[in-house]
């Protein structure tokens, strides 16, 4: 006999992940933002006897009425509708003890399911510090389910939770509501039809068919069974009936909810309201980071800490892979003779790997960093304080996470978009993340700003300045753009931003380090294994055809596949200064675009590292076109820094676009216009700056 099935569903922020992770062990994520849960996930618990136990991890939702990807699977997986996931055969409730009222819409819903259910009441400290008082036997006796108060940070009550979950006789809920009247007959018959056609359970079809007539627009996801054609006519006739007698049945039935659960809360609630103390720790502090004008002061100072702290920070542990992955390629070149397959592995391979460990921990830090304002609460105020900001633009304060996430890479960036519950919103932020300056362009920004200074040291206020100069003009260009498609090609009515503000926390660091950790291998799963095999096939391009023997490796790559694409690529380039040669830099860039470092070292035949790069430095400035004239002039290094600003040079972000928007169309949109952009900006800056004398 198969172990038991729960399912784990709550709201966001009510500590659903820190349970899951009490209960079975595993690493999932865990923060304090709502929705940072947006993928289902399983585990294996054991009762108090040894028994397994399957959980399934559900993204947090207020409502199983869908409006977002993550939430669509939640609701999906608690119908039956996904056949990738099992059915639930218990459910455990959590939700946050100190916000009762609004928490039980959801588990109301949950209850017209039919199914085992145990109800957590987390957080149950916060409440008792906020002068809440429930009565958890009067509400075991309303509901008939077993209710158990936790801490899940602390593990409070969690032997209580797997003493429940290891009963064999977990009662039904003697849950029970009245459907309005309008409503009822369509209830009634949607039901009948979900049971016969659809092959629903009773109690089921009677969930599904309330649900129905809630959402006006049911988002489904890939995986999810569609409905019988007869049910969606059945649907549709009712909803035009109503639409004629000016029936809001939706509203109807929310309300006919929101009642239900008033009445119940009347008598659960001892002490609704004020704190024993006055105003509650969260409420002082968010006087100061919720200001209008402190506000900025406390938002701009956490953002340049943790910016400085990237760029200093991450320097040490940079140089101890770059020179460890030197020293593997040296092994291996010690080890087998020169020939293809010596330099496959050590130019294809190790360098593609290399390409993206090296950049490894400024996007742990970057994660660790968001880890932390997610974890402590104060990412729900930083999206609240980017809110009107971005509303200008078209957005609201939740696309702030994922751009925030962009400047370590758009991969996860893009990612994080799935919480955005509007789809005009989330494309709108997809297409513009990459434009948020990532830690991949530091290579380059870094070498263009060596080449461009006179000198063979830069000043550290020269570098950050420029930098900084860089970063800001992406994000310039990120707001720009999206308030372009949201006025055009995404257009439609700005969506307002709901979002609750969770009590500040003091962090659970091992929580930290876990999320630092399982976000880092998302991104080495998802960006490096795409970046090591187009890097081996770039490899293949610019190692054949082979050139006469005898042949410098500049030589050998203008003869290459990769060469030949550099002078192809040349007409279209040269009126931005840049000659045959840069364009292989850009070509192999698509890669990754740090790649552009070690391309440019093979171009000119210099030996390059990340973090000495005088001898590519020298070769740059030596370079000359045809004529003699100097190649990489100040304005030249600058236009191609802005080059890599605007341009998308990054085929797998592309490939995560495809799959997050299911449609080659958008990834191929974005390669054009990002491109397109950076070529029209560029062309304007070196023709300009000529004009000007530089």
């Not at 009510?14 to 079975?24: H, R, Y």
């Not at 979950?165 to 009245?178: I, K, V």
């Not at 959402?215 to 054609?229: E, M, N, Q």
């Not at 000659?579 to 093979?602: K, N, P, Y």
Request: aromatic letters at 8%; a positive charge.
């Amino acid at each position: 006999m198969r172990p038991p099935v729960y399912a784990l569903v709550g709201t966001p922020n009510c500590g659903k992940s820190t349970l899951f992770n009490a209960l079975t062990g595993l690493n999932q994520k865990i923060g304090n933002y709502p929705g940072v849960t947006v993928e289902k996930h399983e585990g294996t618990a054991y009762s108090q006897h040894g028994q397994p136990m399957t959980v399934i991890d559900l993204p947090g939702a207020y409502s199983l009425a869908a409006r977002a990807p993550d939430e669509a699977v939640l609701r999906d997986v608690l119908l039956g509708r996904r056949a990738d996931t099992p059915q639930p055969d218990r459910i455990i409730c959590i939700v946050d003890a100190t916000n009762l009222e609004r928490n039980l819409y959801l588990v109301h819903q949950v209850l017209d399911l039919g199914r085992p259910v145990i109800l957590v009441l987390n957080m149950m400290d916060l409440a008792a510090q906020s002068g809440l008082r429930l009565r958890l036997g009067r509400m075991e006796q309303a509901l008939g389910i077993p209710v158990i108060p936790c801490v899940a940070i602390n593990g409070t009550g969690l032997i209580e939770l797997k003493l429940a979950m290891s009963r064999h006789d977990l009662p039904l809920s003697r849950h029970n509501w009245d459907v309005p009247a309008p409503i009822a007959a369509a209830v009634t018959e949607l039901q009948a039809s979900l049971t016969n056609h659809d092959g629903k359970q009773p109690l089921i079809a009677r969930a599904e068919a309330l649900l129905l007539l809630t959402d006006r627009d049911s988002v489904r996801v890939a995986g999810s069974t569609p409905l019988h054609p007869r049910t969606a006519e059945i649907l549709r006739q009712w909803q035009q009936r109503w639409a004629a007698e000016g029936t809001d049945w939706a509203e109807t039935l929310v309300n006919a909810r929101h009642q239900s659960i008033a009445r119940l809360c009347a008598n659960l609630v001892e002490q609704p309201g004020v704190a024993p103390n006055g105003r509650s720790v969260s409420d002082r502090i968010d006087a100061i980071a919720t200001h209008p004008w402190w506000g900025w002061v406390v938002f701009l100072g956490v953002m340049a800490a943790m910016f400085f702290s990237i760029f200093t920070l991450a320097e040490y542990p940079m140089n101890w892979i770059d020179g460890r992955m030197a020293a593997l390629a040296d092994g291996v070149k010690h080890l087998l003779a020169p020939g293809d397959l010596r330099d496959l592995l050590t130019d294809g391979v190790i360098g593609g790997v290399g390409a993206v460990l090296v950049f490894l921990p400024q996007i742990m830090l970057l994660f660790f960093f968001i880890g932390l304002l997610e974890s402590t609460g104060y990412m729900a105020r930083a999206a609240f304080f980017m809110d009107r900001l971005m509303g200008r633009v078209g957005l609201n304060g939740r696309a702030f996470i994922p751009l925030l996430s962009s400047h370590a890479c758009a991969i996860p960036g893009i990612m994080a978009t799935r919480t955005i519950e509007d789809k005009r919103d989330r494309l709108t932020t997809i297409l513009v993340a990459p434009l948020m300056s990532c830690s991949a362009r530091l290579p380059v920004f870094l070498l263009m700003i060596a080449a461009l200074v006179p000198g063979d040291r830069v000043p550290v206020v020269t570098k950050v300045g420029l930098i900084l100069f860089m970063y800001t003009l992406g994000a310039v260009g990120a707001f720009g753009f999206a308030w372009l498609f949201k006025r055009t090609l995404l257009q439609g009515a700005p969506s307002p931003m709901i979002l609750e503000m969770p009590p500040y926390r003091v962090p659970a660091l091992p929580a930290v380090v876990r999320q630092m950790w399982e976000r880092a291998w998302a991104f080495l799963h998802s960006a490096g294994t795409v970046i090591l095999g187009i890097s081996i096939v770039l490899w293949f391009l610019t190692a054949y055809p082979k050139a006469p023997a005898g042949a410098t490796p500049g030589a050998q790559l203008a003869h290459s596949y990769a060469g030949q694409a550099g002078h192809l690529l040349e007409p279209v380039i040269k009126p931005l200064g840049f000659d045959w040669q840069i364009g292989i830099g850009l070509v192999t860039s698509m890669a990754a675009r740090e790649v552009f470092v070690s391309t440019m070292g093979v171009v000119f035949n210099a030996q390059t590292d990340n973090q000495d790069t005088t001898p590519l430095r020298q070769a740059l400035r030596q370079a000359t076109w045809p004529d003699g004239r100097p190649l990489f002039t100040p304005l030249t290094c600058f236009t191609l820094m802005i080059y890599y600003v605007f341009a998308m040079q990054c085929l797998s972000t592309l490939a995560v676009v495809r799959r997050e928007t299911g449609s080659w169309k958008w990834p191929a949109f974005q390669l054009v216009y990002m491109t397109g952009t950076a070529w029209v900006v560029c062309l304007v800056i070196y023709h300009g700056g000529r004009a000007l004398g530089f």
